[in-house]
């Protein structure tokens, strides 16, 4: 809440910079007709550190007792300058410069992750939305080296360099993004008095079934990236199961709320959520029958554009705006 969220304001107003900034970028993209499915790949990325990532921990960090968390002063201080060292490390070719760019993010995300961490040795693994949050903690710096192998060029275990950039993509929005939309939308349902008795049973059923696979999904996927074609397909179907709970989740909360603008955001982003997991199962597949049912150009034009905008982004700030008017925002419930 404010009158201890001081560094969740700070937070909020490098999003504010961070989101301004990623408009000019996609404005260039657009002004230069840049069509090549990289250039959007690097687009989408890029909403990860300038947006998504200071708008979700402001939601986390300066939530709990000044100083209860070590590390929280050197994030909000570090992220958004980290941030912008990412958009020039991606300008430049793959190379040192571009990874040396990059590597201040890694050392804040790594912070992130201690600071989630330390919510889990600190509060246990309950209540389940605020481990859900955590997880969405601890993945962002596996998005972050990923982050730097694709800008120093590294292709680790064979994968070329868009799988590469895919993962961090992955990381900082299936694993970061999606777990705490996922953790904010049970503080939702176990705080907003607008949410009746029955659509509250309904929903967190649903959503103890969502949460648990938002938090193992992501690393099951990758493992089946780099296992067989046949853990790949059945990861991503147990992820897109997972998704789509939430999106119904989401749905039951909207159809809950009075207030238009949050009803409006969570319903786009339950449809968003929807159209982007079955991208997903058709894509996984045409990966495990060896056809390209889906290309990746397709991919990021579709899901990655509906993932990153559709849901991060409207889910995001619909549950943060419901959030904000209870004035239950605390980190710990």
Wanted: proline letters at 5%.
């Amino acid at each position: 809440m404010d009158d201890i969220g001081s560094p969740g304001r700070s937070l909020r107003r490098g999003a504010l910079l961070g989101g301004g900034l990623w408009v000019a970028c996609a404005g260039y993209c657009a002004i230069t007709a840049c069509e090549d499915r990289l250039e959007l790949i690097e687009l989408l990325l890029l909403f990860g550190p300038l947006l998504a990532v200071p708008g979700g921990l402001s939601m986390v960090v300066g939530q709990q007792a000044p100083g209860e968390l070590r590390g929280e002063g050197p994030v909000v201080r570090l992220l958004l300058p980290a941030a912008l060292c990412v958009v020039v490390s991606r300008w430049l070719a793959p190379g040192l410069p571009a990874a040396a760019l990059a590597a201040p993010w890694l050392l804040v995300t790594g912070l992130v992750a201690l600071l989630g961490l330390q919510r889990i040795i600190r509060r246990g693994f309950f209540p389940l939305e605020e481990l859900t949050v955590d997880a969405g903690l601890l993945y962002l710096p596996v998005g972050g080296g990923w982050l730097l192998l694709s800008s120093a060029g590294l292709e680790p275990m064979g994968f070329d360099s868009t799988i590469v950039l895919l993962t961090a993509v992955h990381f900082h929005f299936a694993g970061f993004s999606a777990a705490l939309v996922a953790g904010l939308a049970g503080r939702v349902l176990k705080g907003d008095a607008s949410v009746t008795d029955n659509v509250r049973s309904l929903a967190l059923g649903a959503y103890r079934l969502a949460a648990a696979i938002v938090i193992l999904g992501p690393p099951l996927v990758a493992v089946g990236i780099m296992a067989s074609p046949i853990v790949e397909v059945i990861s991503g179907i147990a992820l897109s199961i997972g998704m789509l709970t939430l999106a119904f989740v989401l749905v039951l909360i909207a159809l809950a709320v009075e207030r238009l603008l949050p009803k409006l955001l969570l319903c786009i982003a339950a449809l968003s959520l929807t159209a982007t997991m079955a991208l997903s199962m058709t894509y996984a597949a045409g990966e495990y029958r060896g056809e390209e049912l889906v290309s990746i150009a397709t991919m990021a034009a579709t899901h990655g554009v509906a993932n990153v905008l559709g849901f991060t982004f409207c889910g995001g700030l619909g549950l943060i705006v419901l959030l904000r008017e209870t004035g239950d925002s605390r980190a710990d419930g």
